[in-house]
């Protein structure tokens, strides 16, 4: 039996990260797909659904190292760190503690745990391994009302920075990246447009950019994104933007 390749992805049941597993499972790949909801679109013996709350992300990680030591060596083995939220739209005062500390858990430690998770429990396995944290441009330029998102993502960068540098002194290292999307037309995006404007000063330009065109659509910015997982040097530079040429 010819051996698939394995892609585990958080956030899958919309937006993004579903566009992105429905073109792994049209290019022949085994999912994993954690998400608060399962999605009726994904439904296929290749793709397995978790519902899972990741703003509790030691018992993911945990269950999803257990889930790996009992799978077959699979052709290659990738993770995609894709789920994310924002909180409300405010400045950091006015935003309740338990809102702003759901936010970084599930926006950095659910990441940092799954990929130390992925990290371990892959490690003798003798294929090409990755791991793939879906940044933003607001983890590397501050914005006034998105303390939060900005510095999960600021610190999901540097992390990927730190893991890099460990992975390249192991034995068959994984390479990593976090990796700036571009700007697409989601769900985030709709919240972010729906801010009070007295609270988000840049409110603006994300209308300014949908009336413009400028967002690319889900599959599109899918695409690009799993373009750039493929591409042969898919980890010299730990921290990127779909962009770079």
Not at 23 to 41: D, I, Y
Not at 89 to 110: F, T, Y
Not at 194 to 223: C, R, T, V, Y
Request: hydrophobic share 50%; net charge neutral.
């Amino acid at each position: 039996m010819t051996q698939q390749h394995l892609t585990i992805l958080t956030g899958a049941s919309r937006g993004m990260g579903l566009a992105m597993a429905q073109q792994l499972l049209a290019a022949g790949h085994r999912l994993l797909c954690l998400s608060r909801n399962a999605n009726p679109a994904l439904a296929s013996p290749a793709c397995d659904q978790w519902t899972v709350d990741l703003a509790e992300p030691a018992p993911v990680a945990a269950r999803l190292a257990e889930w790996l030591a009992a799978q077959a060596m699979p052709a290659s083995a990738t993770l995609i760190n894709n789920a994310g939220l924002i909180p409300a739209i405010a400045p950091v005062g006015d935003i309740a503690a338990s809102d702003l500390a759901r936010a970084m858990r599930v926006d950095l430690e659910a990441p940092m745990l799954l990929t130390g998770a992925f990290l371990r429990a892959t490690a003798a396995w003798a294929v090409p391994r990755k791991a793939l944290n879906i940044s933003s441009g607001l983890g590397r330029r501050a914005m006034a009302s998105q303390a939060a998102y900005c510095a999960a993502k600021a610190g999901m960068d540097h992390f990927t920075r730190s893991v890099a540098l460990e992975e390249a002194l192991a034995p068959n290292g994984a390479k990593l990246c976090s990796l700036a999307p571009g700007v697409i037309d989601t769900d985030m995006q709709v919240q972010l447009r729906s801010a009070d404007s007295a609270a988000f000063p840049d409110i603006g330009n994300f209308i300014g950019m949908k009336e413009k065109g400028q967002l690319s659509s889900p599959q599109d910015a899918a695409a690009k994104v799993l373009g750039y997982l493929a591409r042969p040097d898919f980890g010299a530079n730990p921290v990127a933007d779909v962009r770079d040429q």
